[in-house]
Structures are given as C-alpha cells and as structure tokens.
C-alpha cells in the first residue's frame, strides 16, 4: 500500500468545471453558455439528419474489425479533399501523408509528437489566448512553447500589427499553430488579405504552419469558404500539416473522429510520414474507432447525403449568426453605452465578450448563467427563449 500517497487531485477543467455548476442549479433560469457543442432553439443536442440517414444505411453491415493503424483509408482520402478542395494539386500528386485520428485533439497530439521526433530541437508558438488544451498538448509531447499576438482587448479584435512582429522576430524556420477558421476562444479570424500577408511573411521566414481545423463550414456555412486560409497557403506553395474534427460540423463529438495530414515534398516522402505517424499511433491506441469514421465516409463519398450535410452545416451557422446579431440587438435596445459589435465581428461557435472574470461572477451568482471567467460566450447556448435574459443580465454587469 501507500504507491499513490504523493498523488494529489489534478485541477479541476475549467469547462468542465462549469457545466458540473450549472447542473447543480435547480434554479428554472438557468443558462448555460460555457459548452463548447452546438444546440439547437430549444437549448438541445443535436443529431444531423445526415448522420441519422448515414446511420440507417450502416445499420447492420458494419463489421467490428479492426482499422488499420492509419485508420479508414477511404475516410482519410475524402477528409483531405473536404480541407485542401477536390482539385488540390497536393492530392493529385499523392503529396499528402495523412491517418485517421482521434479527433481533433488526437490530430493535434499525433502532430506534436511527430514534431517531437524528427524535428526535436523545435518549438511551438501558440496564440494568445488558444484552447487551453494546446498547450496540454505541446506540453504532453515534450514541445517547448512560445508565444505570439494575436488579440486585441481594446478593439476586441485581431492584434494584426503585433501578429506580423513576432511572426517576423522569431527566428527562420519556427513552427506555428493557427486557428483555421472560428478561432477558439476569441471567434476573431484573420482577413482573406490578413491571411495572405501572414502567409507571404510565413515564406520570408520559413515558417511551418501547422493548422487547426476544428471548425469548417462552423464559421461561415461554407466549408470551402472555411478553408481559405489553407488554400491561400497551398497556392503559395507552403507544405503544411492541418488537423481537422468532425466534432463539431457532423456533431460526431463522442465519436472521436478526425484527421491529421502533413504535406510533403513528394509521393515517396508522403509514404514514409504516413509510417511514422503510423508508428507513433500503435503504442498509444494500436487503432482508431471504426464507427464514427464510417459515418464520415457514408457522408462524403454519397453526393446526395453530402448535399444535405452542407445544408446542415449551414443551418448551425446561421442560427449561431442569427443569436449574435439579437444579443448585440438586445443589448443596444437596452441603451448600454458600450460597444457590441465585436459580438457580430467575431465569428464561430464563441464570442469573447470582454466581460472581466468579477462581472462573470456576477452573472453566475445573480442570473443562473455559466460560462468560463475568461468571458467567452457559447453562442450555441444561446436561443430565441434566453437571449433577452442574457443580454438583460449582460447589460446589468457591464454598467
Ligand atoms: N481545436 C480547437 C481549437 C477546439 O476548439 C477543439 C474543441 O473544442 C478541438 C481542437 C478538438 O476537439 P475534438 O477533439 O473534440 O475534435
């Protein structure tokens, strides 16, 4: 006995910390702006139509055999096609070393790992701020972390000028996380001509993107459209890595279904990344669940359910722009003498209110509503029924 005496409670997650709090209050006001999924009106989860109808095509035809290590070969090859475009030349010319991962955050890690291995002397820089659990996984994998600006507290928007200084001052050769699209926390996106500039400054110094994509078609609708940023750095011929989630656009949450890919210099270098990213998967998982990637599949390669997918993807987005434009409205309405419009600026499932973590507090004790202390706001959480009281709330805090 006694092997663990020295363990202590890890702290607590803040998200989580906050969902736990709001299912304790029995009070019938309640909101909940702190989850990171998507909600539909009525403040429920939400199946798509796509994946149901998916679903009842699989239904018992599935096997339960094991994927290979790299996961679903036929889902990885339509996820690099959602994210680089059907006609990328990177795909024609078999350029793209690319598994199956667990999700986003799986994506994330096997990266940080790969670039641990072959390119140990590295760094990462980071936003800030980012998901919290970047840096969890940087850390994780033994990655030093650095730094760069990226937003703006006074304008609430994007610090572009400190952006392009510290992209210029580190030194050649740096490694970078960037948000694709719907930054997280923040929902502030570079421009499409932001995004050129960084990347003509990223060519200047040799610098490796590494993508985040946990949110295509979430932003705008559009999941080309979404994907702008990495198709202005395919055209001007940086090798990049990307991961993406299906997390968020199919509502595969608890699926854990995703994919990393790493541009490469050609078909046979292509082939030795994959290996390795192989490799690195087989002593953590052996191999990616089979389910949700056969989802992913059904989805993508049937025109018909991939019509539909879209049109889904388009109604989240709209009802999340739609809740922001009746929160800034709200609180106009209610004479607030502060400046909303970063709340229809920003973009994405989160609006990084600017409100301090005390006016938070206050929210929480006073009104029933949760969210992080950092201020950002689920606008999935918000609906037709809750945004008066939220904006009410907001307004009575920020006097
Ligand atoms: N990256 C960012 C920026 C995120 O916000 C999230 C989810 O919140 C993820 C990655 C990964 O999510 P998942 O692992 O569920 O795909």
């Known amino acids: 006995s006694g092997?663990?005496?020295?363990?202590?409670?890890?702290?607590?997650?803040?998200?989580?910390?906050?969902?736990?709090?709001?299912?304790?209050?029995?009070?019938?006001?309640?909101?909940?702006?702190?989850?990171?999924?998507?909600?539909?009106?009525?403040?429920?989860?939400?199946?798509?139509?796509?994946?149901?109808?998916?679903?009842?095509?699989?239904?018992?035809?599935?096997?339960?055999?094991?994927?290979?290590?790299?996961?679903?070969?036929?889902?990885?090859?339509?996820?690099?096609?959602?994210?680089?475009?059907?006609?990328?030349?990177?795909?024609?010319?078999?350029?793209?070393?690319a598994v199956q991962a667990l999700s986003g955050t799986g994506a994330c890690r096997l990266f940080a790992e790969f670039q641990k291995r072959f390119r140990p002397e590295?760094?990462?820089?980071?936003?800030?701020?980012?998901?919290?659990?970047?840096?969890?996984?940087?850390?994780?994998?033994?990655?030093?972390?650095?730094?760069?600006?990226?937003?703006?507290?006074?304008?609430?928007?994007?610090?572009?000028?400190?952006?392009?200084?510290?992209v210029k001052n580190a030194p050649n050769g740096s490694f970078f996380l960037l948000h694709a699209c719907a930054h997280n926390p923040t929902g502030v996106d570079p421009t499409e001509e932001q995004w050129k500039e960084i990347s003509y400054q990223f060519k200047v110094k040799n610098h490796y993107p590494f993508f985040d994509m946990a949110y295509q078609g979430f932003a705008s609708g559009d999941t080309d459209r979404d994907a702008k940023a990495i198709r202005i750095f395919l055209e001007d011929g940086h090798q990049i890595a990307c991961a993406q989630s299906f997390a968020k656009n199919m509502g595969l949450y608890g699926q854990r279904v995703g994919c990393l890919s790493v541009i490469c210099d050609d078909a046979k270098q292509a082939v030795a990344v994959k290996s390795q990213l192989q490799q690195?998967?087989?002593?953590?998982?052996?191999?990616?669940?089979?389910?949700?990637?056969?989802?992913?599949?059904?989805?993508?390669?049937?025109?018909?359910?991939?019509?539909?997918?879209?049109?889904?993807?388009?109604?989240?987005?709209?009802?999340?722009?739609?809740?922001?434009?009746?929160?800034?409205?709200?609180?106009?309405?209610?004479?607030?003498?502060?400046?909303?419009?970063?709340?229809?600026?920003q973009i994405g499932m989160f609006c990084y209110s600017g409100m301090t973590p005390e006016q938070v507090d206050r929210l929480t004790s006073e009104f029933h509503i949760y969210l992080t202390r950092n201020g950002r706001i689920s606008m999935a959480g918000v609906t037709t029924g809750n945004v008066e009281y939220l904006a009410n709330a907001i307004h009575e805090v920020t006097k």
Do not use: C
């Not at 972390?145 to 937003?151: C, E, I, W």
């Open 3 to 97: 092997w663990w005496k020295a363990v202590e409670p890890a702290p607590k997650d803040p998200i989580l910390g906050v969902t736990e709090a709001f299912l304790a209050d029995t009070d019938p006001n309640k909101v909940n702006v702190g989850v990171g999924a998507y909600r539909d009106d009525q403040g429920k989860p939400v199946v798509l139509q796509s994946v149901r109808e998916a679903e009842r095509r699989i239904l018992g035809k599935e096997n339960m055999e094991y994927l290979p290590m790299g996961g679903s070969v036929k889902m990885v090859e339509e996820s690099i096609k959602l994210a680089y475009g059907e006609n990328a030349d990177v795909l024609k010319d078999k350029r793209v070393a």
């Open 280 to 345: 690195i998967a087989r002593p953590m998982y052996s191999n990616p669940p089979v389910h949700g990637a056969l989802l992913v599949y059904s989805i993508l390669s049937d025109p018909d359910l991939k019509a539909l997918w879209h049109k889904e993807v388009k109604v989240m987005a709209d009802r999340i722009i739609g809740m922001r434009e009746a929160l800034r409205g709200n609180l106009e309405n209610l004479g607030s003498p502060l400046s909303w419009n970063h709340v229809t600026d």
């Open 122 to 166: 590295s760094q990462i820089y980071i936003p800030v701020p980012t998901w919290a659990n970047h840096h969890n996984i940087w850390r994780d994998a033994n990655v030093p972390q650095r730094t760069f600006h990226y937003y703006h507290p006074e304008t609430r928007g994007l610090d572009f000028a400190s952006l392009m200084d510290d």
